[in-house]
């Protein structure tokens, strides 16, 4: 068995569960448990196809770090329903999921999955740090394209990209995210600042889309490089107008890699993360709670095959 360390974008996949299954399914109070009995059949489906050998929830204890917003405010702005100072905003959730959030913790825990998570830093950049200091080949599970820019076949780290649905996952590798997006896994962090993401608020280069994008750093290498092509007065390799786009959006550029940029480098609490067999008598209690049923099952099955 090949050792894998399989990472999970945890909040990515239980808003995908919440909006693919019926909420319908619910434990025997009547409380939905969709999102819950969701995320159980996604683990047991991506611990049996991919035979990971290690497995972490990474988890966002804060989901729009104040040191982003302050280098662009409308970073994730449209999803902010409080503002809190001192603390989280508070984000725009579904009430029925934001009541199953302590459930889908609890059912980690019984499946003996850690779960990690940063002050001040959202789950990719857990993600990127625990990927970075893996001694073993990774895949990161997410439906978030931010994360491509960690892809890297030499050290054995691909993404397997939930955006097209759980029956149609894509495994990313370093030839994929060329082909799909004509600009190298190290060059995608630029390319996201120049494109913008009108998802995550990050408003991009007025004028400069996907192709122009990429057609700049197959030329120029790197943002560093665009932005100094176009400060000369011949911008070579660059039309004029590219280049007053470029000059045009001097502040943003400023501040905006920081923002895309994933942190590689925090400093995390250690994890048992090997695959290991729930408790038999804490999953039938859970299951007698929250009547997760078959999906349950699924995912305890799944789990303790791979121990």
Not at 50 to 56: A, D, G, K, R, T
Not at 136 to 147: A, E, F, Q
Not at 233 to 255: E, H, N, Q
Request: proline residues 7%.
């Amino acid at each position: 068995m090949t050792d894998r360390l399989m990472l999970l974008d945890t909040a990515s996949l239980y808003f995908r569960a919440f909006y693919g299954v019926p909420d319908s399914v619910k434990a025997p109070d009547g409380r939905p448990v969709n999102a819950a009995r969701g995320l159980l059949d996604m683990i047991a489906k991506l611990v049996t196809t991919y035979e990971p050998s290690e497995l972490i929830a990474c988890w966002d204890d804060d989901w729009r770090p104040q040191w982003r917003v302050d280098l662009i405010p409308s970073y994730k702005a449209h999803r902010v329903v409080e503002v809190v100072p001192g603390a989280p905003d508070v984000e725009e959730v579904p009430d029925p999921l934001e009541a199953q959030i302590p459930l889908i913790r609890e059912e980690l825990e019984v499946l003996r999955i850690p779960i990690v998570g940063a002050a001040q830093h959202e789950a990719d950049d857990v993600i990127a740090s625990l990927a970075a200091q893996s001694p073993i080949p990774v895949d990161i599970v997410t439906g978030d394209r931010d994360l491509f820019q960690l892809v890297e076949d030499a050290r054995g780290v691909r993404v397997i990209y939930t955006g097209r649905g759980m029956s149609n996952l894509e495994v990313l590798d370093d030839s994929v995210v060329t082909t799909k997006y004509r600009v190298l896994p190290e060059q995608y962090a630029d390319f996201a600042v120049l494109r913008g993401d009108a998802s995550d608020g990050l408003p991009g280069v007025a004028g400069i889309g996907e192709k122009t994008a990429a057609t700049l750093l197959q030329t120029h290498g790197d943002l560093t490089a665009i932005r100094g092509a176009a400060s000369e007065a011949a911008a070579p390799g660059m039309t004029a107008g590219v280049r007053a786009k470029i000059l045009a959006a001097s502040d943003y550029l400023d501040v905006a890699p920081t923002v895309v940029e994933v942190v590689r480098t925090l400093d995390l609490p250690a994890v048992d993360a090997r695959l290991r067999a729930p408790d038999a008598a804490q999953v039938a209690a859970l299951d007698a709670t929250w009547n997760l049923g078959s999906s349950l099952q699924r995912a305890v099955s799944a789990l303790t095959a791979r121990a």
